[in-house]
Structures are given as C-alpha cells and as structure tokens.
C-alpha cells in the first residue's frame, strides 16, 4: 500500500522543466510493414515454437558469451541455438519466479532480481540466494554494477523505497533516511565515470563516484523513467516529452504524441545504438529514433531492449525474442510479390522493371511503384529504346512511347515463357515447346518454330539466345541458327540463367557459372567454388560483379573476376551478403532467370527467396570480435560430468564433449577446432559442437577446443577440459611392471633352460665319447690282448720243443720278440684310452704344444687368469687342435714375433686366446671365413661349434691378429655347479 501511495504521490508532483531545456518540435513517424526490420537491419525472432520463453522481462550477457533472459517464469540461458531453464540449487517455496531486473558484476557473476524472495546469484556454474543475513527485502526494481565492482540493488517494500551497495565484500543502505527521494525507484545506470543515476517516481538523482548520498538532479511528471547512455556517455531518460538529456547540457528530443505512455510500473526500454535512440515498452510497438529522420515504429511487442558484445540488439517482450543486426541486405516491400526477374533496357538512367503478381514494378530512385496493374506476370524484356513488353498468363501488354496497350492471348493460348526485343525493335514471344512469335501490328505472328526451345533471351542485336535447360543452348538469328553447347558440353548442369553482357554470354545452373567470349567457354563449376551453385542472377558493374546464387548473394572485384577465368580451379576472394539471414537464390526457378540487376544510380538490386532487396555498401555490421569459446559438459557411457578434472571409471568406452562457441550471429555457421593430447597429432575442424571418442586407454587426457564465428574470426585462446579415465587392476603401471618382470623371468629361464639343454647335449656327447673310449679299453684288454696273450704263450711253448739248431727257431724267436713289442704297444693305447677319461691340465697341455710347435719359432708366453681347473679330456682334446691349428697361422702365415696363450678360468666358462703381433688377417679372408683351398679356420669353427663354443676371429692391437674361444663351464669341466 505504500508503494502506491509513494507513486500517487508523485502523479502529484508539480512538473520542473529540465535546466536550459531546448525544445524541439514534436517529431514525425514512419510505419514498418509488419514483420520488417528497419533499413540497414536484419530481424530474427524466436518464439515458442522454437522453444523461446515468452514474457521476457529483462536481458543480460556474462563475459562467456551466454544470454540470460529473465521471465515471468524463471531464468533461461542462450547460446544462439537453444534455450536451457536454470534452477536455483536449493528449492524456495517462497522465491517468486518472476525476473524484473539483471546485471552482470566486474567479476563475471551475474546477479538476479526477482519480485519477491530477494536477489540470487549465478557463479561457477551455480545459482544461488544471497546469505540469509544479507538477503534483501520486498521487490526488487533495478540492478545495475559498476567497473569497480559495485553492484547497486534497488527494491520497493513494507519500508519504502531502499538501495542497497556490496562495495568490496560489504553491504550498505541508502533510504530517504540518508539522502533518497521518497519515491519508487524505476531505473539505475552507472555512467561511465562511474557515478550511479537513478530515476525515481518523479525526479532523477545521482551518487558521486564512490559516494553514498544521493544528489537531487531534477523533477518531472509522474512517468517511469528509463535511463540510458549514449556513445558520448551522456546520460538520457525517457519521459512525457520524449527523451532528455541530462547532465551540464540538458536537452529534449521529443517524440511523436502518437505514441501513449507505458503505463503504471511499466516503464520501457531505451538503448543508443548505431547512431539512434531505440525505445521500446509502448503497446504500439518498438520505436527507432534516429538524429534528422522521422522516428519510425516498428509493430514488434517489445519490453526490454539489450544490445550484446557482437553489436547485435536484442529485444524481449510477451510473444519471444527477437534480434536485429546491421546489415547491408535491405528487404524491399513490393505491390505483390515477384514473379519474374529484371528487365533493363533504353537510357542510361532508365529504371529497372520487374513483374509481380500484380502487375509491372519500375523500380526508379531507390523505391519500386506498380507502374501498369496487369495480374500475375510470366515474362518481361525491355528494348533498347524503351520498349518493354509484359506477358501476363493470358494476355500482354506492350509500352512503346510512353504508352500502354493492350496484346492478344500468345499464340496457341499458352503461358510465356520468356521475351525478347531486338536491336531493330523486333519484339519476340517466346512460348516454351511450341514456337516463337513476333508482334506486327498488334498482332502476334510466327517467326520460327520452336523446337522444343523453352526460353530465350536478347542476343543485344537482331537475334536470340535459346535454351533447352538440359539439353542445348542455340543462337538464332534472322537467317539461321547455331548450337553453341550441346548435351555433352554443358558444365553448369540445370540451366536456369541466360545473361548477354556486351562480348560475353553468361550462363548460370546448378552446377556452376560459364562465361562464353570469342568462341571460347569458360565454367566456374561449384565442386571448386560451391558459392556458384543454383545461380539465378549476374549484374556486372564498373568496379563489381555481383552474382545471386544458392549461398546468398556475392561481390567479387571486376579485375579478380576477369582474372578468375584463366584460372578457374584457384578460389576467387569473394563476400557474401545476407548468407546470416538465410537470404539466397529462389528455388522454384525453372526458365532463363535474371534476377540480379542494377539500377541507374549503381545500386544491385535482387529478386530473392525472400522477395526483393537491395545491398547498401554503406551498411552492414562490423566484423564480430572473435567468441569465447566453453565447454560445457563432458559424457561418458551416458553419465554427465560437469567441471575441470573429471574421473572417469575404468571401463570408459566412449566419452563425447560437447563445446558451444558463444557467437550469437549464425551460431549454426560456427566452426570448432579440437585436440585431445595423446591422441590427435594436429587440431581437427568440424561444425559439430559434440566430440566423440570411442576406445580410449586409461590415462589422463587434456581436450583443447577452439572456435570461429560466422565471419571466420578464430578464437585467440583454447577452452581446456582434463578428465582421466582408470585403469582396471591389469591395466596399472604396477601389474605391467610385475608381468613384464614375470615374462623376463620366464625368458630368462627358458634361455637358461635352453642353454643348459644345448650344453647338455653336447657334454652328453663328451660322455659318450668317454664311454666309448673306456668300452673300446677293455675289449681290447680283455679280448684281443689277453687273446693275443696266449697266442704269445702257445707259441712260447712250441719254440721251447723244437731244437735249438731248428731253422725256424730263429724265426720264431723274432716273431715272438715282434708280437711282445705290440703288446706292449696295444697296452699303451689301452691305457691311453683309460687316461682320456680323466680330467687335463690345459695349462700343461698347451705350455707342451707350445712348446713343441714353437721349438725354433718366435717367443711365446702363457697367462692364466682366474682359479684353474681341470679340463675334460675330450673337451681338452678339441682345444688342443684348435690351438694347435691357431700357432701354425701365427707362426706360418703371420710372421709374428710375439705369441701370448691366455687361459681365463670362470665361473660359467673357459676362455682361451691366442694373440700375435703378425701382420694381420686378410679383410677378404676374414669376410670369407677362410681362404680358397685352405681348411685350417673352417676345422676350427667346426671343432668350437661341435663343442658348442663360441669360436672368433679378429684384428689385436696395435696389429696382428686375436683368436678367441670362449666355452660353457658345463662343457669344459667335468663338474659344474649351476645356479639360478
């Protein structure tokens, strides 16, 4: 009740006039057609339909790009795609869902007003009530914050009207107890020197910078007042008069009476933008008033105006959200709408003409006019001294000296398709598949039969260029005819459009755009220059070529196009306009088009799928800044993890990121840039705002994103996400570590066993050699020998019996004395046999073989290393050929002066070396294991590889030559201990 009684009050008040107030004349208005921009703007609007919340109160941008919209039904974030409701994180009964009033703090955190349950705060991804003790109380009217960080909180409750101030973490008061009019508060702004204005019932106040007491500045009628600044930083308000400047040069800009005041609490919005003064909150709708031109009202229900960081404008009201954004596409309202395309022709300074469904448009002076109503329109030429034809479905009409008249049904009483007027002032009806005829004397008669020609245009002499869109395009004159492209020749595809400019013939289709000059054709096909498809229309200006296609509407540099036909594969630099607005080429064209035009005063005009428009090169949005890029969320298998670090459980099959880059021009044109560390080697483009993985290895991971606007600009800094996906228990570093250490293990000991069994084999070998020897002993002790014992024995007897005079006595005698030598001979070898199964001194072995291979030869010298042990006899014997084999070399072919024999006793093997001072081993020799012919190094590795050794040849320093044998201590001793 109290607030009532406060703005009652104010009704009341005597009205002051502004100091040195400068009156104005009361303004002129211009109506928009219903659902037109303003000239220079293109409009969008989303309502529920498209999932928009209606009822929009209030607007606000955070420095990520988002738009918060307050409604009559909570708070709703959106990234130019979608809307998304944001709930308080605790529950409130008591909380109204209804948002009056937003501002965005100097630290990002965007605080929330509501009408009643007090002001929240959206931080870090949540939102939230302000501390219960710090809660505010009543309605809250107005929030606004300044550079330095205040934020200002104006509410109207059981105590009045109060302002409240979190200045560096603390709150303070402001009531008309200390300083503020004892009226409701409509509206606050901070200025740009950071003083705060506040408009109240009747009067508008300030607070210094830094101040806490408000300064009365002026009174006014009863009106809720909207506060606002410009780009000088002047400070205005709306009121009865219109709009006022305030401050040290006060001034008045009225506006028209037409439009009523808003009504009780219901103060509108005003925003400078672009030059003009944007209002809105009246019922009539959105007002635009620009400085000397007529204000201009706009049929929109708009509440609450806001203008966002790309420079595009925003308004919310009962039915939605709508945006305007410069552009230098200007929709044209037409009488009717277009049915053909332009026709150009006569002076210099002669209009273009178009056909609509309501009959010829001359569009002269920047504005089209309904110049002969003649119903729907199917064909329009114009000839070269003004002459200009219009073919409706069922008749035609014919303009030649400035007068109209009327033309009989075409022949055959079938639709044009298209027209032409020659050089010589032939006027031709072209009447698709059936044939061409000329007007004489008022009458239409034939001239050529049509051959399936469907369509045609002036060849800018006596003749006609003719189409068959699929199929051929032929040049007729008066006394013939030329194919010029024939079925297998067409580049371009579905011909739509046919287009003389001087020397050059230009064709447009589908498929692309080719140019015909001298006989020679040139195609500009779409596969490299997608913008060329679906073209309908091509106007060549002094400095610019401009071309309607599927893409929209594109200017290319008179010197760059002709420069782009010797090379047609290389990309063309071009712009697009209108492409943001979904403006493009019309679909439903199916006859030789001409939908681009331009006018005396140099303007391109064209006929679009959204009806008529011009291109103004003086308009047109700056370039947007490059977007902040987020991301939102990251999913894996279904769950949604919010934040920085997320941990992932073991098992993770597939994880999708979702990025939203915050461009609100043409957010489905934005384009995103990825890297996920370990994965990809390079940033990966795509227009996808979700990223897929599938397969990912446990670890940790860091997701980069980037991202460009419409206009192409990258973002300068990468949105980074880290998540980490667990390993299970066989996927840790710890059980690799114990697996790779159980798998060397088991090669280690398979190597072990390997090794042992080959060593084992070949010292089995050894035994059985042992064995055979000692086989071999005793069968030739206890068989042949004592056999041959006691043959020796017989014949012993037999010489004792025969006479001592006997001639065979003494031949017997020495017969005997020879077998006793071989007995003794036979167990010599029978116990040398025996003796080879004992172990040998190698270090004696070799000193005698040295010493008997060395007798008169050069010095020598025998080293031993390590503990000595006794060798296998077997083994032994190896050695000793291969060491026996090894000095001859040295001796015979090395010229050596020096030997050394070194004998090195280890635990796991013998080693043995023989090292000269000679001059060295032939590389070839040494390449080849051996010389032709020769079989001396060949024995050796057949000996060594027998004993299962390792056998090596090679250079001694300073020179000569090292032989080395290396073997298994299980082969070279009779008993080795193995340990593991």
């Known amino acids: 009740m109290r607030a009532w009684l406060l703005f009652l009050a104010a009704l009341a008040a005597p009205q002051v006039p502004a100091r040195s107030a400068l009156a104005q004349p009361e303004a ?91 002001v929240s705060v959206w931080r870090n991804g949540r939102l939230e009530d302000l501390p219960r003790d710090q809660q505010v109380k009543g309605a809250v009217q107005a929030i606004t914050a300044g550079p330095n960080g205040d934020v200002w909180i104006a509410t109207i409750g059981g105590l009045g009207p109060q302002l409240h101030l979190f200045r560096h973490g603390r709150w303070s008061l402001i009531s008309p107890q200390t300083g503020l009019q004892d009226e409701s508060i409509d509206h606050l702004v901070v200025a740009r020197d950071a003083a705060l204005w506040i408009a109240q019932g009747a009067s508008v106040s300030r607070i210094a910078p830094g101040g806490l007491r408000p300064e009365l500045v002026l009174r006014h009628p009863a009106y809720p007042a909207t506060l606002a600044q410009d780009d000088a930083g002047a400070v205005w308000m709306t009121s009865a008069k219109g709009i006022e400047r305030l401050g040290k040069e006060p001034m008045i800009r009225p506006l028209p009476s037409t439009v009523p005041a808003p009504g009780l609490f219901q103060h509108g919005g005003l925003i400078f933008a672009d030059g003009a003064a944007w209002l809105s909150g009246y019922r009539d709708g959105m007002m635009l008033a620009a ?49 053909t395309g332009f026709a150009l022709g006569g002076a210099p300074d002669a209009p273009l003409y178009l056909g609509t469904d309501s009959g010829v448009v001359g569009i002269e002076n920047g504005r089209p006019r309904l110049i002969h109503p003649g119903g729907y329109i199917t064909a329009i030429c114009a000839g070269q001294k003004g002459e ?37 002032g032939r006027i031709l009806n072209i009447v698709g598949n059936l044939n061409i005829a000329q007007l004489e004397g008022g009458r239409w008669k034939g001239w050529q039969p049509a051959q399936d020609w469907q369509f045609g245009v002036s060849d800018g002499q006596k003749g006609l260029f003719t189409l068959r869109p699929t199929t051929s395009l ?60 679906e073209i309908t229309g091509i106007a060549v200006g002094r400095d610019r070529v401009w071309i309607i296609s599927g893409a929209g509407i594109a200017d290319v540099e008179r010197g760059r196009w002709d420069a782009a036909f010797a090379h047609p594969e290389q990309a063309i630099p071009h712009r697009l306009h209108g492409d943001h607005e979904g403006i493009h080429a019309r679909r439903d064209v199916y006859w030789a088009a001409n939908d681009a035009g331009i006018d005396a005063q140099g303007r391109p005009w064209f006929v679009t799928n959204r009806g008529l428009v011009r291109i103004a090169p003086e308009g047109g949005a700056a370039p947007a800044p490059a977007p902040p890029v987020l991301i939102r969320s990251l999913e894996a298998d279904g769950r949604v993890y919010h934040g920085d670090g997320a941990a992932l459980p073991a098992g993770t099959r597939r994880v999708q990121i979702e990025a939203a880059a915050l461009s609100l021009i043409d957010p489905a044109r934005n384009l995103y840039r990825y890297r996920l560390s370990g994965i990809d080697r390079d940033w990966v483009q795509t227009d996808a705002r979700t990223i897929a993985y599938t397969g990912l290895a446990p670890g940790r991971y860091v997701m980069e994103v980037m991202a460009a606007n419409a206009d192409g600009r990258w973002s300068t800094r990468a949105a980074r996400v880290t998540f980490s996906i667990a390993p299970y228990f066989w996927q840790t570093w710890w059980f690799a570590a114990l697996a790779g250490l159980a798998l060397g293990v088991a090669v280690w000991a398979g190597l072990r066993w390997r090794i042992r069994a080959a060593t084992q084999a070949v010292r089995q070998r050894i035994e059985d050699r042992l064995v055979v020897h000692q086989h071999i002993a005793r069968e030739l002790h206890d068989t042949l020998l004592q056999g041959f014992q006691g043959l020796m024995l017989r014949f012993q007897s037999t010489l004792e019996r025969l006479p001592h005079d006997h001639p065979a006595r003494l031949e017997l005698e020495a017969t005997l004395e020879r077998a006793d030598d071989v007995l003794i001979e036979g167990r010599d070898k029978v116990r040398e046999l025996r003796a080879a199964g004992e172990p040998v001194d190698l270090a004696a072995l070799l000193r005698a073989l040295a010493a008997a291979r060395l007798e008169d030869g050069p010095v020598w010298d025998l080293r031993i290393t390590g503990k000595p042990r006794r060798v296998c006899a077997p083994v032994a014997d190896e050695i000793e050929a291969i060491a026996s084999e090894a000095l001859f070399n040295a001796r015979r072919h090395a010229q050596a002066g020096r ?41 050796m590795r057949e000996r060594a590889a027998a004993l299962g050794a390792k056998f090596d040849m090679g250079d001694a320093r300073p020179h000569g030559t090292v032989m080395t044998l290396t073997i298994p201590a299980r082969i070279a001793f009779r008993e080795v201990k193995w340990s593991f």
């Open 28 to 118: 002129r208005i211009d109506t928009a057609p219903p659902g037109y921009a303003p000239p220079g703007y293109a409009l969008r609007a989303w309502g529920p339909e498209s999932g928009a919340p209606t009822d929009i109160r209030t607007i606000a941008q955070t420095p990520d790009g988002f738009l918060w919209l307050g409604t009559g039904n909570g708070l709703y974030r959106f990234d130019g795609l979608s809307f998304e409701r944001i709930e308080p994180v605790v529950y409130e009964r008591r909380r109204s869902a209804t948002i009056l009033t937003m501002a965005v703090a100097s630290d990002g955190a965007l605080w929330v007003g509501r009408d009643y349950g007090g």
């Open 291 to 339: 400085r000397g031109a007529p204000a201009r009202l706009m049929s929109m229900a708009i509440t609450v105006l806001f203008r966002d960081a790309e420079g595009s404008l925003w308004g919310g009201g009962a039915d939605g959200l709508i945006r305007l954004r410069r552009s230098d596409v200007i929709r044209v309202a037409l009488p009717g709408a277009p049915t």
């Open 388 to 424: 200009l034809l219009a073919m409706a479905q069922t008749k035609g009409y014919v303009r030649q000296g400035g007068r109209w008249r009327y033309l009989p049904p075409p022949p055959d009483a079938a639709p044009t398709g298209s027209c032409a007027v020659t050089s010589d």
């Open 474 to 533: 032929t040049h007729l004159t008066p006394t013939g005819q030329s194919e010029i492209w024939n079925r297998d020749q067409i580049a371009t595809g579905f011909m739509r459009m046919l287009r003389p400019f001087g020397p050059d013939l230009y064709v447009g289709g589908e498929q692309g755009l080719a140019r015909m000059r001298g006989g020679r054709t040139v195609t500009l096909d779409a596969r490299h220059h997608p913008w060329l498809a």
């Open 899 to 939: 030997i050394i024999i070194t004998i090195s006793f280890a635990r796991d093997s013998l080693h043995l070396s023989v090292a000269d001072d000679g001059v060295g081993l032939d590389r070839e020799v040494l390449a080849q294991g051996g010389r032709p012919g020769h079989f001396g190094l060949i024995h």
